[in-house]
């Protein structure tokens, strides 16, 4: 089986790249993030403590997550519901960042991540791929994006959704979320040695797709 790992902080557009570049290959694409934003959400309508290791406990063991591939899209199941709409709000992502901080949440998730791997060829995006899930993927990138050009996607993107987002708000939590991510004490978001950077604040979305594609075709011939 093949591996592909993109690493690199919110809204860089790994997601969008990954979709398209596993729609071009017959790749199976996994958001690793969704898990995560699950997590985060059903932690949010319980109302856990996330400082509590027994409440964090509880969460996870009665938290059944699921990937399922609907006409070649990834769709979430938490506890046997849809939550794929649900997870992308800003405040989800925010809760989504707290719970990966968490050890047990990693480790609860690390199989399942994996597993999908084995059996399937596999386009993974999320922060630590390339350096903890799948240290022995095939191709490594890590995609970023300078901060404000990342906050205007994603306001772009929720206002697309009919969603009343602040820019303001949204890059201030997209600079939180890195420092959270890059700065937490296991699997911190940062670039696999081996890993190809790229940055794609200069480019149009589409531009940075097809980079990545030809990118990754190159090192897979």
């Not at 690199?8 to 958001?31: F, Q």
């Not at 406990?57 to 009665?62: C, E, F, T, Y």
């Not at 772009?156 to 987002?165: Q, S, T």
Request: hydrophobic share 40%; net charge neutral; proline share 4%.
């Amino acid at each position: 089986m093949i591996a592909i790992a993109i690493d690199g902080p919110a809204g860089a557009g790994k997601s969008t790249i990954a979709k398209t570049a596993a729609r071009e290959l017959g790749y199976i694409y996994v958001d690793t993030g969704a898990l995560y934003r699950s997590i985060g959400l059903n932690a949010k309508n319980v109302g856990t403590n996330l400082q509590n290791d027994s409440q964090v406990r509880m969460l996870l063991n009665s938290t059944k997550l699921e990937l399922r591939f609907i006409n070649n899209e990834q769709r979430v199941l938490l506890n046997g519901n849809d939550v794929s709409d649900d997870i992308r709000t800003p405040e989800v992502s925010m809760m989504a960042s707290k719970v990966s901080a968490i050890p047990a949440v990693r480790a609860f998730l690390l199989d399942l991540q994996r597993n999908m791997a084995v059996t399937n060829n596999v386009i993974m995006d999320g922060r630590d791929i390339g350096t903890v899930v799948l240290p022995k993927a095939q191709i490594k990138i890590f995609l970023t994006a300078s901060p404000e050009c990342r906050a205007t996607r994603r306001y772009d993107e929720l206002k697309e959704k009919g969603m009343d987002v602040n820019y303001s708000s949204i890059l201030e939590d997209i600079q939180t979320r890195d420092y959270n991510d890059s700065h937490r004490a296991i699997a911190p978001l940062k670039p696999a040695p081996d890993s190809i950077l790229v940055d794609t604040s200069d480019e149009a979305l589409e531009t940075s797709v097809g980079r990545l594609i030809s990118i990754i075709k190159e090192r897979l011939v």
